[in-house]
């Protein structure tokens, strides 16, 4: 559990005061710990990077996958509703979690540790066709809750709850037709 504690400090940091910020003094600082006791779990900045990004996907996983096990098998476009739901549910959701992403992704500006969430974008986004009765209309759908994620990230007060709400309901309805 300290590596979690670590984990939510690193990533209070970051979504409070920005990437320059994000040092292991700052962190140590946050999470009431010693420097050597988040080395100890982290020995660099940038495995503590790592491991946000890794804790960030995981979630975002674990939260589609609740959705698919509630739909059960065979519904068609299953994989793409969970999608759009999950990415409500950040948007949505209490601690506004998405504001954490966009830190995160921030942070993790070079290359070899944005490979792991250019993986994660590579599967979300690239399902079989397959999958979905209107492929072409599931694809405008996920990337349109991407990119409205992306927004919210720039401006979380440019919709409120109804009018998230009312997009979230747009976007399913196109994958009823």
Partial sequence: MMKNALLDAAEAVLSEQGTQALTLNAVADRAGVSKG???YHFPTKDALVRAMVARV???FDDLIASY???YGDGVPGAYTRAY???TFEILTGEARSYRRWSAITAAA???EQAEPLSE???RWHGRDPAEDPDPGTAAVVR???EGLWEVLSHDPALYDADQL???RQRLLGLLER
């Fill in 165 to 167: 709400e009312a997009l």
């Fill in 143 to 145: 990337l349109a809750a």
């Fill in 37 to 39: 006791g988040l080395l």
């Fill in 68 to 70: 698919l096990a509630s």
């Fill in 57 to 59: 996907i995981e979630e």
């Fill in 120 to 122: 994660a974008m590579r």
């Fill in 109 to 111: 500006a070079d290359p």
């Fill in 84 to 86: 759009v739901e999950a």
